[in-house]
């Protein structure tokens, strides 16, 4: 069985560019979460998606936004980026919204030049 | 609102000798409290966790962890360090199954010969 694939692994953007980074769950997983992850503000939930729907919001602005796709797959986007928003992306999934252990992905590394 | 302490980012220990990664929490609520690992380029692997059952936790690669609600702690242990074992290790809190997940700082475990 699969586990949870993110596109791109790596990449390189420059400040104001916007990047959109991809999520497929684990097959019959419906949840999927997205974190960011930083040397200096470490693992930070940024929102979780459930049957299409935004279920649980982080606390980032509104540069960052999300969504997903009938077939559980997920898409961030990162609009205007800033220097602080290189990070690691991780996403994960899981099989129910209530229930089932989170997997993570191995991540997208963004670095924003 | 919770959150988790991870005291220490830097533990080395030799090894076969006893692993103790320190975890205490906070939470309004009774939390579930979750050990992750993440190893270099990797995403994070859930080693157990807490959900109001049995208190002392039994996780995989020999690790187990105790959650003591006076302490307010979930310290995550292993009786014998093995070189695969250095990693970085986060404890995690959440108000219920369906929650994000609230991490700690981390702490990176170097095992030595």
């Known amino acids: 069985k699969a586990g949870v694939t993110q596109t791109p692994r790596y990449l390189i953007k420059t400040r104001g560019q916007q990047v959109t980074l991809s999520c497929s769950p684990i097959s019959g997983h419906r949840s999927v979460s997205w974190y960011q992850q930083t040397p200096g503000q470490g693992l930070q939930f940024l929102f979780e998606y459930f049957s299409e729907t935004q279920r649980n919001k982080g606390n980032f602005p509104g540069r960052f936004s999300g969504r997903q796709f009938s077939n559980s797959r997920s898409e961030m986007n990162v609009s205007t980026l800033e220097l602080g928003d290189s990070a690691l992306y991780l996403c994960?999934?899981?099989?129910?919204?209530?229930?089932?252990?989170?997997?993570f992905g191995e991540g997208s590394r963004l670095t924003v030049l | 609102a919770q959150s988790v302490t991870q005291l220490g980012s830097h533990v080395s220990v030799s090894e076969g000798a006893l692993v103790l990664l320190r975890c205490n929490y906070s939470s309004s609520v009774p939390p579930y409290l979750f050990w992750y690992v993440q190893y270099p380029n990797q995403g994070l692997q859930l080693l157990l966790k807490?959900?109001?059952?049995?208190?002392l936790v039994k996780g995989i690669n020999g690790f187990e962890a105790e959650f003591k609600k006076s302490e307010t702690s979930f310290h995550l242990t292993k009786p014998s360090a093995h070189m695969s074992d250095a990693a970085e290790y986060f404890c995690a809190v959440s108000t219920g199954t369906a929650s994000k997940l609230t991490f700690g700082t981390g702490t990176r475990l170097q095992v030595t010969l």
């Open positions: 994960a999934s899981r099989q129910g919204l209530v229930t089932g252990e989170l997997f």
């Open positions: 807490y959900t109001s059952a049995a208190t």
